[in-house]
């Protein structure tokens, strides 16, 4: 019987290695894997690259993450929100690095990472500071820049349902960076809410099929990152 | 002529949103941009876009009823009306890169007379740099408006001959709503296509850094 | 009101012109809209190019199409078939060209047109025949091939239920191209057997959301390839 | 030894199904791979894969219940099991050249020393030269079996020094699964590892085209 469900939120993050690149799905709050961040601190590894398309905010989940010093390079878009001060000074003060890439450029390299296409070619970026570095070819009459694929030893995403294949449906814009991420992981790790029996969920309607997934922690009641924050939280 | 000359933020928004067709697909940008949503002209219905994976977006939700996992770009809860659909970050770039939306509003730093855009940083050395998805908007949508105050909070010139600031992409803009006037990017410059109420050429044209063509006579 | 319905199959069609690139969904009769491509040989555009993954059975839907002499060149995968004998005997006598592409290359570079991505790069087809011709790059000590993005005037698709806005559903195995030629196409036109009120779709569930329609044809009981095959049939 | 030496068809798909991991996700090409379906061993479970977008199909429908838009590669009528998914061709490839699948079963034409795979055309001037998903499944899965008589209907080895039938992939297979024998490629070349009952190394690498190491004896 296929079953990819794990016990613990402990042991499905147990043997991420130091210096392991990990995607951690979410947009803002929306999707964030928050006890899965929490695990992965509590286990400990370090020197990690870390791939999202923020740096989290106040000092819970991904912030938390980034305060405990796990953090040597983020891959983002945008690593400055509301209530995020805790990447911003580590930044400035040299100890973590960071890669800027455009939003749809980071979800494409995603992609693309997760579909074994090592690079593509894109127009945006072309003409401004971040073109720096990258290759430009013409296309059509069209300058472009060459992007490659990103992949990573983990990814940590959240779901709202899961069955035991994996098949994972998400919640609104939940869906984000982490069906993508999913794809480009050699290990997935998803926190659902709930896990059903194959069969339950429409095979017209996943969103993720199994074959991406790899264990599955049930998280019924998942901590909201801005209740978190509002409440003064920090973790540990 | 006072302070209060020109347009409010919210007449601003509601200035673009005329020039938006029926039916349009659009994206609109933080800031500004986002009161557009709250000026459809009668007879007309947009369909909005939200990067982060959602296309018929509708209005902030009712006190209490939100889900923090039903946010827009700016990351404030929305909520979706009948027709909306969900999808992830590869296939709404897939929509803003391929060329599928019709039009987004965006804010700006600064634009040049030949429309490059800049609206992302200031360049200044201790900033945290980000970009979001600005980059891929002004690649891949046809039709791109500006909305923007005409000059920085201390009178310099947003609309200049080159962009000092760091681009966020060249030749971008089409059309630039400010609180005192509504202007095209031509192969000219800067083309004056209407002034705001009680404001004159002259005002405006000395509050933009670079030459200001002023309105066709109609012949 | 947002409405892309269109009165009939024949109005879907009208402004195909001569020279035009169709992407026709389908794989094999699965999905294969059949009425549309009837409406397109009434018609009488000619000079087409036309991407498919087969090049249709018998002498209905895409082999009617072909056999009236109206595609000059072919783009797919699979141009051989069970009941296929209206292309070979066209390809051989030099009528109709052939471009020859692996299927998920095929996938990909319609994938990509639809998504702003003039060219990438794949492992297939290195070390092949058909390498020749195409630049070869190396990645991470693997070598790739640099593929084009494929774009289309337009795309001629089958799905089982639509929205008012044009966001569709499909059947089954029937999903395959379709939802990739959607998204590729100048004017995207599809078939379905049922039209509902926007709404009326889980947004969680919908496979094409509407931004990718520009118009729908209700036709509620579609003819199925293999039957009319079966019966011998042919159109006109 | 009889014409009936070595395995039939089914008991070939059969040995093969041995050698899948439980829980592995599978794709089985045209012919005899799809034999492969109707043998899965005991305690095991796997999930098959169709490039045309399915992950978890079942066999055939019971005559009448099947739907013509329900079909596999081959493009026959098969179900749907529990936990399914449906998805588009873009979607499926990416499984196929992202590397998720675990294994592919193939048919070839021929299969060279060095694992280089030849199963699409052969090269004869007036064919139709048609590829489908199989160039995709050699380059993106990690561990691919070819399902082979060992030699053609005229006796010609199938298992050859170098192919001369255009390739699908060079260096993809990873062991190859005959009437006669089960085969490794290996940096040394065709390493056989069992016979077919009743059949000896002499027979099998007589009929073979190009050198075949001996079973290793247990040191």
Redesign the interface.
């Known amino acids: 019987?296929?079953d990819k469900r794990t016990a613990s939120p402990a042991e499905a993050v147990a043997d991420v290695s130091d210096g392991a690149t990990v995607m951690i799905g979410g947009?803002?709050?929306?999707?964030s894997p928050i006890e899965l961040i929490h695990a992965l601190i509590d286990q400990g590894a370090t020197d990690l690259t870390v791939v999202n398309?923020n740096t989290g905010s106040g000092e819970v989940g991904l912030a938390a993450l980034i305060k405990a010093g796990r953090v040597s390079k983020m891959i983002c878009?945008?690593?400055?929100?509301?209530n995020s001060t805790v990447?911003?000074e580590l930044?400035?003060s040299g100890r973590t690095a960071?890669e800027?890439?455009?939003?749809?450029?980071l979800?494409?390299r995603?992609?693309?990472?997760?579909?074994?296409?090592?690079?593509?070619?894109?127009?945006?970026?072309?003409?401004?500071?971040?073109e720096e570095g990258k290759e430009r070819r013409t296309?059509?009459d069209?300058d472009?820049v060459l992007e490659?694929g990103l992949t990573a030893d983990f990814a940590l995403i959240k779901c709202r349902v899961a069955?035991?294949?994996g098949?994972l449906?998400?919640?609104?814009?939940?869906?984000?960076?982490?069906?993508?991420m999913a794809?480009?992981a050699r290990t997935t790790v998803v926190q659902t809410k709930e896990v059903v029996?194959?069969?339950a969920l429409?095979?017209?309607?996943?969103?993720t099929?199994?074959?991406?997934v790899h264990r599955i922690v049930t998280v019924p009641d998942p901590a909201?990152?801005?209740?978190l924050v509002a409440e003064g939280g920090s973790y540990p | 002529m006072s302070d209060t000359v020109g347009l409010t933020r919210d007449e601003m928004a509601e200035r673009a949103a005329l020039d938006i067709p029926n039916g349009a697909y659009v994206n609109l940008g933080i800031g500004i941009p986002e009161l557009v949503a709250r000026h459809v002209p009668e007879g007309r219905e947009f369909i909005y876009h939200t990067e982060n994976g959602l296309l018929g977006m509708g209005p902030s939700p009712a006190p209490g009823e939100g889900d923090p996992e039903l946010i827009n770009a700016g990351k404030r809860q929305v909520t979706a009306l009948p027709g909306a659909a969900y999808f992830h970050h590869a296939d709404s770039f897939v929509m803003i890169r391929g060329g599928h939306l019709d039009l987004c509003v965006l804010g700006a730093l600064q634009v040049s007379q030949r429309g490059d855009l800049a609206n992302w940083s200031t360049g200044a050395p201790d900033a945290i740099p980000a970009v979001g998805g600005a980059m891929d908007l002004v690649a891949g949508v046809d039709t791109i408006f500006v909305i923007t105050q005409h000059t920085t909070r201390d009178g310099q010139p947003k609309l200049v001959e080159e962009c000092t600031y760091p681009l966020t992409g060249p030749a971008a803009v089409d059309r630039i709503y400010t609180d005192l006037a509504v202007i095209d990017i031509t192969p000219d410059g800067f083309q004056l296509v209407e002034l705001s109420p009680g404001v004159d050429y002259d005002y405006v044209a000395e509050r933009t850094g670079a030459p200001l063509i002023p309105i066709r006579s109609t012949p």
């Open positions: 019987m296929i947009f803002g709050e929306a999707g398309n878009s945008y690593p400055r929100t509301a990447f911003p930044y400035r960071l800027l890439v455009p939003q749809g450029t979800a494409e995603i992609r693309a990472g997760g579909a074994g296409i090592p690079a593509f070619y894109t127009a945006t970026s072309v003409g401004t500071p971040l296309f059509h069209r472009y490659l069955d035991r294949h098949n449906l998400y919640n609104k814009t939940a869906r984000n960076f982490s069906a993508v794809t480009a029996e194959p069969g429409d095979p017209e309607a996943i969103v099929p199994g074959i991406f909201h990152e801005s209740v």
